[in-house]
């Protein structure tokens, strides 16, 4: 299945594509927020549908917003390209880098990013991002798949003077609002046969800046889930974005950010793409 969410900031419905075309799901009753991840909710969705799928209503000329509601938080790593490693003069990580991102981040797949106040280093990362299915502890690697929901594509901007100049965690820099489009919709797993193996590309104002594949991952995935589960819960809804690739403005020479009137544009194959207009700050 293809989860999204649509409709105006703060008033957003839930619904599903089926080939190709987007219905609404409101008489389903629920958001995809944590109490439908750990409820089961993607069965009794599926069911659902086989039920009423001929009489869900087609929605058409929507926005798009994030296509899961309210996760407790966003787990992001650092570094888990050694390509992307080397262009920033770091060192090849030996344990994943955690860091978390604000929620309010958050924001649909084609809204405007918004360079903050006092910004002169804002930049792109684009990412491959996973949602967690149900309560996870303690994780064994070789049960990590268990936990997964499904997968997203994720932009995860970052303002660099914030990150790395302002002393102390990267989070300053990476939870300013619209720092986080997510979507443009949640696929399940079965809609990805192969997940260390996928295209991921991000452009900026056509100009190709990243494209590489999810093959060269440093940790994988189940890693992943099983490390960060030994430091903390993962709750249904949780986003863990797995990290960014080579071709960031921080890595060139000399670094290049983003500015008003650029248009970032980003994909991973089986994972749609998405597009954002870039904006500044206004009181």
Not at 47 to 74: W, Y
Not at 111 to 126: F, Y
Not at 241 to 249: D, F, I, K, R, Y
Request: charged share 25%; with cysteine.
């Amino acid at each position: 299945m293809k989860l999204i969410r649509f409709g105006e900031i703060n008033n957003e419905k839930p619904g599903i594509i089926i080939h190709e075309k987007y219905y609404d799901v409101s008489l389903f009753g629920e958001d995809y927020d944590e109490h439908f991840f750990e409820t089961d909710g993607l069965s009794r969705l599926k069911k659902f549908i086989d039920l009423n799928g001929d009489e869900l209503p087609e929605v058409k000329n929507l926005r798009l917003s994030h296509p899961v509601s309210r996760p407790s938080k966003i787990i992001c790593i650092g570094l888990n390209y050694a390509d992307h490693a080397k262009e920033t003069k770091a060192n090849i990580p030996t344990e994943p880098i955690i860091f978390f991102k604000s929620t309010t981040a958050l924001c649909g797949p084609y809204d405007d990013v918004i360079i903050p106040k006092n910004s002169l280093k804002t930049d792109w990362e684009v990412e491959l991002a996973l949602v967690i299915g149900k309560k996870a502890s303690y994780v064994d690697e070789s049960k990590a798949s268990e936990y997964i929901a499904g997968y997203s594509l994720h932009n995860d901007l970052s303002e660099r003077a914030f990150q790395l100049e302002r002393n102390g965690q990267w989070v300053k820099g990476k939870s300013c609002d619209t720092f986080a489009p997510l979507g443009p919709f949640l696929a399940t797993c079965d809609e990805i046969p192969d997940v260390n193996n996928l295209r991921l590309w991000l452009t900026v104002s056509g100009t190709k800046m990243q494209e590489s594949n999810t093959r060269n991952f440093i940790f994988k995935i189940p890693f992943l889930i099983s490390y960060i589960s030994q430091f903390m819960t993962l709750l249904p809804g949780d986003i863990i974005s797995t990290g960014t690739p080579a071709g960031v403005g921080l890595g060139m020479n000399p670094p290049v950010y983003l500015k008003a009137g650029d248009v970032i544009e980003l994909g991973i194959d089986g994972l749609g793409s998405s597009k954002q207009n870039v904006k500044v700050y206004a009181n």
